[in-house]
């Protein structure tokens, strides 16, 4: 089992930078693909970003993300992180930490056994 903790969300203005944290704990963290999902109010839960476990040698993005946001990891600080740039108002969201141990970690039908409580990020215009 694994317990994730989400940090680093806040209000930025559109054009703006956040870099989210996520601390793990528990189980031996490198065995986990991780991905980070967002939520807006009234919309569905979107895939944002996925790394591979181990070297983390295999990056996957939403589209609406895509060049804009970087996932990465570090196993000796058992933190996985999402480097958000050139935000949008519609980047607007609580934003979740999730890992698995499945092999379906990527996109709307990923199977994550793990979620943080999120952290909302706001992106004002």
């Known amino acids: 089992q694994v317990q994730l903790v989400e940090s680093g969300g806040g209000l930025v203005q559109a054009g703006g930078s956040l870099r989210l944290s996520c601390a793990a704990s528990?189980?031996?963290?490198?065995?986990?693909?991780m991905g980070w999902f967002r939520q807006a109010p009234g919309k569905d839960r979107e895939f944002v970003a996925a790394?591979?476990?181990?070297?983390?040698?295999?990056?996957y993005y939403g589209d609406s993300v895509k060049g804009r946001f970087t996932i990465s990891r570090d196993n000796d600080k058992n933190t996985v992180s999402l480097q958000m740039n050139s935000l949008k108002p519609e980047d607007t969201a609580v934003y979740y930490c999730?890992?698995?141990?499945?092999?379906?970690?990527?996109?709307?039908?990923?199977?994550?056994?793990?979620w943080g409580q999120g952290t909302q990020v706001t992106v004002s215009s």
């Open positions: 999730a890992a698995t141990l499945s092999s379906v970690y990527v996109g709307p039908g990923s199977r994550y056994n793990y």
């Open positions: 528990g189980r031996t963290f490198s065995d986990y693909n």
């Open positions: 790394i591979s476990r181990n070297g983390g040698s295999r990056l």
